[in-house]
């Protein structure tokens, strides 16, 4: 069996490469159903086929894995921390993650995590992108955003009863938080546990639901969220908000909020990290005969010296006209590239001045 993964991670799950994040879950949860082992135990590829199904769906549901492989491949994935290509935990693991407890129990896998008799659930962690410009990441910045989130109800503080009311026994499972169901296929019988669909496996259900939230524990919440964006921070980079994510529920905690930077485009500048480069427009005198001329930075214009003799394409640096680091520091330089300028049209003066000048190069040329 082959252990690398040497494929097109969008052809592996059979989506496009603008596929949304929904359209690769559903692409992945179908093509997993189908190389599930029982039904596909006769192929002996399943396996892995399965991993790299997994893999695919591993990088391609994480935005910064995916930005990752878009730009650099399976190559930069490789290079970058935390992806094993070939430690994939065991198979039964993946399909807890994937389709639920109870759903391996034939494959027996021992470290199986049970759902809580209590019913706790932390709630999910939460991505979204906020947009900040070059001076924002000169200066860092206080963003407000909108936030909507499950949030946990504050009714009920998540508990999802109404005050005051007690649990009861789930009558599907009698309290046992499973249900056992028997299966048959060419191998024989098998019995699996399931998680009951009707207490999710607390055991207990709600008598009298929290009239905030329905008995679910959550409910949805907008807000004004302050962002503070650190100065330095480069495209991707991604700040943690504690406790804004999905709210937790019966105790569980909240999840985390991920705030994925992008830096707005200024089509005067490029920038490498903390260097920023430029081009500068020069008159043909002021490179042959040196000047100071005026450039324009992030925070204002500053004087660049032009050195004598400059030539068309020369890059001057501007010392502390960068950006800062990540998280502040001393600002970087800024790589000013000289656009030698010829004047298209000449008065008599200038004409006649030219005219000597060359003269003069003529002359020196004969001595
Ligand atoms: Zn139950
Ligand atoms: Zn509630």
Same mark, same amino acid.
């Given at each position: 069996m082959q252990n690398e993964i040497d494929r097109d991670l969008y052809d592996i799950l059979g989506?496009?490469? #603008?596929?949304s994040a929904g359209e690769i879950k559903s692409a992945y949860r179908s093509r997993a159903h189908e190389c599930h082992p029982d039904v596909?135990?006769?192929?002996?590829d399943g396996e892995h086929k399965f991993k790299e199904l997994s893999f695919a769906y591993e990088i391609l549901s994480d935005p910064e894995k995916r930005r990752t492989y878009d730009n650099f491949g399976l190559d930069g994935l490789k290079r970058g921390?935390?992806?094993? /290509?070939?430690?994939? *935990?065991s198979i039964s693991d993946l399909f807890d993650v994937f /389709?639920?407890? *109870?759903?391996?129990?034939?494959? *027996?896998?021992? #470290?199986r995590r049970r759902p809580q008799r209590s019913g706790r659930q932390s709630g999910r962690d939460m991505e979204m992108v906020v947009v900040v410009t070059l001076a924002d990441v000169l200066d860092g910045a206080e963003k407000e955003v909108d936030l909507t989130r499950m949030a946990t109800?504050?009714?009920?503080d998540g508990s999802g009863?109404?005050?005051?009311s007690q649990m009861s026994r789930c009558s599907s499972c009698q309290g046992t938080g499973e249900v056992r169901r028997t299966q048959r296929n060419l191998f024989g019988t098998f019995i699996r546990a399931q998680v009951c669909a009707n207490c999710m496996g607390a055991g207990e259900v709600i008598t009298d639901p929290c009239s905030g939230c329905g008995g679910a524990g959550r409910r949805s919440l907008t807000e004004k969220l302050q962002v503070s964006v650190p100065p330095g921070v480069e495209r991707g980079d991604r700040l943690r908000v504690r406790e804004k994510g999905e709210g937790g529920v019966r105790g569980g905690a909240s999840g985390d909020l991920y705030v994925v930077i992008d830096v707005a485009g200024d089509p005067r500048f490029q920038r490498d990290g903390t260097r920023l480069y430029r081009r500068a427009t020069v008159e043909m005198v002021d490179a042959a005969l040196g000047a100071e001329i005026e450039v324009g930075s992030i925070d204002g214009e500053f004087s660049l010296k032009i050195p004598a003799g400059t030539q068309h394409g020369d890059v001057l640096k501007a010392r502390g006209k960068g950006l800062p680091p990540r998280y502040g520091g001393k600002r970087g330089d800024m790589s000013v590239v000289v656009d030698v300028k010829v004047p298209r049209k000449l008065t008599a003066e200038q004409k006649k001045l030219l005219e000597s000048y060359r003269q003069a190069g003529k002359e020196r040329a004969r001595k």
């Amino acid at each position: 069996m082959q252990n690398e993964i040497d494929r097109d991670l969008y052809d592996i799950l059979g989506v496009g490469q #603008g596929a949304s994040a929904g359209e690769i879950k559903s692409a992945y949860r179908s093509r997993a159903h189908e190389c599930h082992p029982d039904v596909a135990h006769h192929d002996p590829d399943g396996e892995h086929k399965f991993k790299e199904l997994s893999f695919a769906y591993e990088i391609l549901s994480d935005p910064e894995k995916r930005r990752t492989y878009d730009n650099f491949g399976l190559d930069g994935l490789k290079r970058g921390a935390g992806i094993d /290509f070939n430690g994939f *935990g065991s198979i039964s693991d993946l399909f807890d993650v994937f /389709f639920g407890e *109870g759903f391996s129990s034939g494959f *027996g896998s021992p #470290g199986r995590r049970r759902p809580q008799r209590s019913g706790r659930q932390s709630g999910r962690d939460m991505e979204m992108v906020v947009v900040v410009t070059l001076a924002d990441v000169l200066d860092g910045a206080e963003k407000e955003v909108d936030l909507t989130r499950m949030a946990t109800c504050s009714d009920c503080d998540g508990s999802g009863m109404k005050t005051g009311s007690q649990m009861s026994r789930c009558s599907s499972c009698q309290g046992t938080g499973e249900v056992r169901r028997t299966q048959r296929n060419l191998f024989g019988t098998f019995i699996r546990a399931q998680v009951c669909a009707n207490c999710m496996g607390a055991g207990e259900v709600i008598t009298d639901p929290c009239s905030g939230c329905g008995g679910a524990g959550r409910r949805s919440l907008t807000e004004k969220l302050q962002v503070s964006v650190p100065p330095g921070v480069e495209r991707g980079d991604r700040l943690r908000v504690r406790e804004k994510g999905e709210g937790g529920v019966r105790g569980g905690a909240s999840g985390d909020l991920y705030v994925v930077i992008d830096v707005a485009g200024d089509p005067r500048f490029q920038r490498d990290g903390t260097r920023l480069y430029r081009r500068a427009t020069v008159e043909m005198v002021d490179a042959a005969l040196g000047a100071e001329i005026e450039v324009g930075s992030i925070d204002g214009e500053f004087s660049l010296k032009i050195p004598a003799g400059t030539q068309h394409g020369d890059v001057l640096k501007a010392r502390g006209k960068g950006l800062p680091p990540r998280y502040g520091g001393k600002r970087g330089d800024m790589s000013v590239v000289v656009d030698v300028k010829v004047p298209r049209k000449l008065t008599a003066e200038q004409k006649k001045l030219l005219e000597s000048y060359r003269q003069a190069g003529k002359e020196r040329a004969r001595k």
